[in-house]
């Protein structure tokens, strides 16, 4: 499944505060946790495999920024081209191959990098050839994808050209300044490079909100559905209120089977689960980011007992909120 978000200020169609808030407020937890970059430049007829390069975590996001000339890009079958600014994002890490030519040489850049931590941005050359690509490869490890209901709507492969004739997307200029921090590395080039893809990261996301149908289901198109938009805001908005099914459709100006049915038309899951999703996804970003205990934690994300929560993170995230804990820091 690809996505080809299309750069508009606005969701066609949607009018109103609810909506655009809900885009807001899921960007606004969209923080990048680490991320590692590399540039490949080969050159001549090449290819890759699809094997996942031995240095980037099952969860990540990887992408490709092509900073000059064109390659093909085989993905599940179907091959499209990349050319100068595009941007191609993985959200599963979902295996690929990228080359130039047909039957060309097998290059391993995953596999030659230098050992990490890196001091400044690894550049991989191979040949000498007059045809020439340079690629900024890598990959993000980003909190967004810990809130399961927006994990399930990202498609596995988003294709995002940043270049037009009229040179009106301001994605571009992100793009180049990624490349100008790779090509001329300065004091804190690394740390430049890290916020930069972050912000081409929200846009690419931002986009592929935009891009949903409003007839879709998912979380995606559901945020486009006014009665809908309006509770999610309540939830999202103050999620550490006493909420009750009756509560929720009151301030929605809905019946509770009213309710109860649009979320399962556009959701798939009833309105307090989708609560209890988004107080687990706040929970998950305490536990990484604050010294906070998980007692602490699992009053504020209102659950009466430290075992009642550690249960309901443990079914969400498959694993306890000390190992979460221990495993982001």
């Known amino acids: 499944m690809a996505g080809v978000p299309e750069g508009l200020a606005k969701i066609p169609g949607v009018e109103g505060s609810a909506t655009h808030a809900l885009v807001s407020e899921v960007l606004r937890h969209t923080r990048i946790v680490t991320s590692k970059q590399f540039c490949f430049i080969p050159t001549g007829a090449w290819r890759t495999d699809a094997t996942p390069a031995p240095f980037k975590p099952k969860e990540a996001i990887g992408f490709h920024i092509v900073a000059d000339g064109s390659l093909w890009l085989d993905f599940d079958g179907t091959r ?192 307090m689960q989708y609560l209890r999703n988004w107080r687990l996804f706040l929970a998950s970003q305490e536990l990484r980011r604050s010294e906070k205990s998980i007692t602490e934690i699992a009053t504020a994300s209102c659950y009466g007992t430290e075992a009642a929560f550690s249960r309901a993170f443990k079914n969400c995230f498959e694993t306890s909120p000390n190992a979460w804990r221990e495993r982001s820091h």
């Open 80 to 271: 499209e081209t990349l050319s100068k600014g595009d941007i191609a994002l993985f959200p599963f890490g979902t295996p690929h191959m990228i080359g130039v030519g047909n039957n060309g040489r097998l290059l391993d850049p995953g596999g030659d990098l230098p050992p990490a931590p890196w001091d400044r941005i690894p550049i991989l050359r191979y040949g000498n050839e007059d045809t020439q690509v340079r690629i900024l490869c890598g990959y993000v490890i980003s909190d967004i994808k810990d809130f399961a209901p927006f994990r399930s709507q990202l498609p596995e492969f988003i294709h995002l050209p940043t270049r037009s004739r009229d040179g009106a997307d301001w994605l571009a200029a992100i793009v180049e300044q990624i490349i100008a921090e790779v090509d001329q590395p300065q004091i804190g080039s690394p740390q430049v490079l890290e916020r930069l893809t972050e912000i081409a990261l929200l846009e690419v996301l931002r986009r592929q909100i935009v891009h949903t149908p409003k007839q879709a289901v998912g979380w995606m198109a559901a945020i486009q559905d006014q009665r809908l938009a309006k509770c999610l805001a309540h939830i999202h908005g103050d999620p550490n209120r006493n909420w009750t099914l009756p509560k929720l459709a009151s301030e929605s100006g809905q019946s509770k089977s009213s309710l109860s049915a649009n979320f399962k038309k556009r959701l798939n899951m009833p309105p």
